[in-house]
């Protein structure tokens, strides 16, 4: 499998499976992607658009977000996509919103929060007050991340869903303030909620991989000392993001999604290493712990994801060698303390 360009990978990243088709029977009408234009919202929306249209379904899927760069906005829009410009802290802009028995919440800030973590709060834990509001009666997948999780020993396999939250500074804090946000709104409004917990997804622009083969490339030192990681295709995170429309409930279903491997850094680095034909440059030594997720219970209940990672591997450094654009937005994977 090759990727010859960014089209070819964002169809690939788009595209549903027979999974996302049943859930999606049994959660009828439109969907609201609201903060659409990051990362993963194009590739969501347009499954999403893909997945109805496979249906014979003329509901619409509507994406959401302030959409600073017009060409993401009329490439959603070309696939049938519609978009709605919105500040998502205007709470009359918020109300005008178009109602949706199916919202997937995806906005959010991480990077940034070091020097403006009042920013960060506000995206993190007051859009999420408004759009709770806002959907009270819809189905709403909520993104959030492993970070609520603290640094767990690697021979455990990684935080599962029961144990408790410990976030390690104001990005994971604020993130668990979304978290108790839309379980606030469920309790009192009975609003469905799933609660995925992301960690990390790798499309061949952007992700840890990326992060590692890039630092190769340019002859710059890997840190180790964060040694382990959990990785996972996007198609696949958005694939299951969309199933869990059909597992939204009161109380919220939680569910961390992420491959069900141990990464090693080093090893990663090693292999890419070896694709890229340059030594890696590694410093420091691997800790006895790392941010890390077990996703036990998303593979019980979607399967394994469709990519392996030493599939994506060597994706990743096919796109590399061929000079294809990255996104340059580095995980900052390698955090221990927190700030970002």
């Given at each position: 499998?090759?990727?010859?360009?960014?089209?070819?990978?964002?169809?690939?990243?788009?595209?549903?499976?027979?999974?996302?088709?049943?859930?999606?029977?049994?959660?009828?009408?439109?969907?609201?992607?609201?903060?659409?234009?990051?990362?993963?919202?194009?590739?969501?929306?347009?499954?999403?658009?893909?997945?109805?249209?496979?249906?014979?379904?003329?509901?619409?899927?509507?994406?959401?977000?302030?959409?600073?760069?017009?060409?993401?906005?009329?490439?959603?829009?070309?696939?049938?996509?519609?978009?709605?410009?919105?500040?998502?802290?205007?709470?009359?802009?918020?109300?005008?919103?178009?109602?949706?028995?199916?919202v997937v919440f995806m906005a959010g800030?991480?990077?940034?929060?070091?020097?403006?973590?009042?920013?960060?709060?506000?995206?993190?834990?007051?859009?999420?007050?408004?759009?709770?509001?806002?959907?009270?009666?819809?189905?709403?997948?909520?993104?959030?991340?492993?970070?609520?999780?603290?640094?767990?020993?690697?021979?455990?396999?990684?935080?599962?869903?029961?144990?408790?939250?410990?976030?390690?500074?104001?990005?994971?804090?604020?993130c668990l303030g979304r978290e108790r946000?839309?379980?606030?709104?469920?309790?009192?409004?009975?609003?469905?909620?799933?609660?995925?917990?992301?960690?990390?997804?790798?499309?061949?622009?952007?992700?840890?991989?990326?992060?590692?083969?890039?630092?190769?490339?340019?002859?710059?030192?890997?840190?180790?000392?964060?040694?382990?990681?959990?990785?996972?295709?996007?198609?696949?995170?958005?694939?299951?993001?969309?199933?869990?429309?059909?597992?939204?409930?009161?109380?919220?279903?939680?569910?961390?999604?992420?491959?069900?491997e141990t990464l090693s850094v080093r090893?990663?680095?090693?292999?890419?290493?070896?694709?890229?034909?340059?030594?890696?440059?590694?410093?420091?030594?691997?800790?006895?712990?790392?941010?890390?997720?077990?996703?036990?219970?998303?593979?019980?209940?979607?399967?394994?994801?469709?990519?392996?990672?030493?599939?994506?591997?060597?994706?990743?450094?096919?796109?590399?060698?061929?000079?294809?654009?990255?996104?340059?937005?580095?995980?900052?994977?390698?955090?221990?303390?927190?700030?970002?």
């Amino acid at each position: 499998m090759t990727f010859t360009s960014e089209a070819a990978l964002e169809d690939a990243l788009s595209a549903p499976s027979p999974g996302t088709l049943d859930a999606l029977r049994s959660t009828p009408g439109d969907i609201v992607v609201l903060g659409a234009a990051g990362k993963m919202g194009p590739t969501l929306a347009r499954m999403a658009r893909r997945a109805l249209d496979a249906l014979g379904r003329r509901d619409r899927v509507v994406a959401v977000s302030r959409f600073s760069h017009a060409s993401g906005e009329r490439a959603l829009n070309e696939h049938g996509i519609e978009t709605i410009r919105c500040d998502l802290l205007d709470r009359n802009a918020v109300a005008a919103l178009p109602d949706a028995p199916n919202v997937v919440f995806m906005a959010g800030q991480k990077f940034g929060t070091r020097d403006a973590p009042s920013a960060t709060w506000a995206m993190n834990v007051v859009v999420p007050a408004m759009a709770a509001e806002r959907y009270a009666a819809s189905r709403i997948v909520a993104f959030s991340t492993g970070n609520v999780y603290p640094l767990t020993p690697v021979a455990t396999g990684g935080a599962r869903e029961g144990d408790l939250p410990s976030p390690v500074g104001e990005y994971a804090m604020s993130c668990l303030g979304r978290e108790r946000i839309f379980e606030d709104a469920s309790a009192r409004r009975g609003t469905r909620v799933a609660i995925v917990r992301l960690n990390y997804a790798v499309d061949l622009r952007y992700g840890v991989l990326v992060d590692i083969a890039q630092r190769i490339v340019r002859g710059e030192a890997i840190d180790l000392r964060m040694g382990y990681a959990n990785v996972i295709w996007q198609g696949d995170a958005n694939d299951w993001a969309l199933r869990c429309l059909a597992h939204a409930s009161a109380p919220p279903f939680v569910v961390n999604v992420t491959g069900r491997e141990t990464l090693s850094v080093r090893t990663m680095a090693a292999r890419l290493g070896e694709l890229l034909g340059r030594a890696p440059v590694l410093t420091g030594m691997e800790a006895p712990d790392a941010l890390l997720s077990n996703a036990a219970l998303a593979h019980s209940m979607f399967g394994e994801p469709s990519m392996s990672t030493s599939t994506l591997i060597e994706l990743v450094a096919a796109w590399q060698l061929a000079g294809k654009p990255v996104l340059g937005k580095p995980t900052h994977f390698e955090e221990r303390t927190g700030a970002f």
